[in-house]
């Protein structure tokens, strides 16, 4: 806020400027906040490279997408995993299918079509 907008502007700028201060000072604290807890993630999974009596010696995969912090970053996150639950799903009775499959043909029944 300029000296002459304080003085000679609109009363009600100044209690603007601070209210937008205090929601950019929230935002930053939020940002560094996340900062953290990714940094700190990231050094559990790194932990067990570290310790010398540990069995794993690998560490732990980092996660592969950032944390959803929105309302539709998290509706698509939640769409994500309900797909990818759906396709494993899929996939398990597929393999399934192949095995009874295989077991009768073994027993000497014929299979049409696939």
């Avoid at 601070?18 to 559990?44: D, G, S, V």
């Avoid at 393999?95 to 043909?105: D, L, T, V, Y």
């Avoid at 027993?107 to 079509?113: F, L, Q, S, Y």
Wanted: proline fraction near 4%.
């Amino acid at each position: 806020m300029t000296y002459s907008d304080f003085w000679d502007g609109d009363c009600e700028m100044a209690k603007h400027y601070r209210e937008k201060y205090e929601i950019e000072r929230e935002r930053r604290n939020t940002e560094l906040w996340m900062q953290a807890m990714y940094f700190y993630e990231a050094l559990l999974d790194a932990s067990p490279m570290f310790r010398d009596l540990s069995k794993r010696t690998k560490p732990f995969p980092y996660r592969d997408s950032p944390v959803p912090i929105t309302k539709r970053a998290i509706k698509r996150k939640e769409e994500l995993t309900k797909r990818q639950m759906l396709e494993n799903g899929r996939e398990a009775m597929r393999a399934m299918m192949i095995e009874f499959n295989k077991r009768f043909e073994k027993k000497g029944g014929k299979v049409d079509g696939d």
